[in-house]
């Protein structure tokens, strides 16, 4: 299949989503090889899980059906330029390519803007929006150190 085939299921799954009123009007696929290996659809209001942005469901539903947590060789199909969560994700999988249609630009228009999600990364955590304070107990790196010191481990 083209690029463009890709590009349009993920539209088409954008466009589902609005009319059947499940979600934003968001839509993902991840395709492995010329072939679809994950779907998603902005799901948030449907399930009251403010995470199941399209990009994030689309990996979910790959990584599952790949039995792997890393999207290599995947490339995501996505109807807008991801948001900051969906980026984070994105990065964590891996895959090697990503695909948008419409841009961070044109969903703030629509009233999804995550500019200032954008800034508050970039500020110290004292200096954010939201109060974030470090609580440091006694053995709080007691997790860091075990996991340093396993042998046992599966790096990611």
Not at 11 to 20: F, H, P, R
């Amino acid at each position: 299949m083209r690029q463009e085939t890709f590009m349009e299921m993920a539209i088409k799954l954008a466009d589902e989503n609005v009319a059947t009123n499940h979600g934003g009007p968001f839509g993902a696929i991840v395709v492995k090889n010329g072939r679809v290996v994950g779907v998603g659809r902005n799901e948030v209001t449907a399930t009251n899980d403010p995470t199941a942005h399209a990009e994030v469901q689309a990996i979910r539903e790959a990584c599952k059906n790949l039995n792997d947590f890393q999207l290599t060789d995947c490339e995501i199909y996505t109807s807008c330029e991801p948001c900051p969560m969906c980026l984070g994700a994105i990065y964590w999988a891996r895959p090697k390519a990503v695909y948008y249609a419409c841009t961070k630009e044109e969903a703030a228009a629509i009233g999804f803007d995550d500019q200032l999600i954008c800034e508050e990364i970039a500020l110290p955590a004292e200096e954010r929006f939201i109060n974030m304070k470090q609580i440091y107990c006694p053995g709080s790196d007691l997790p860091f150190r075990k996991w340093e010191a396993s042998e046992r481990k599966t790096e990611y």
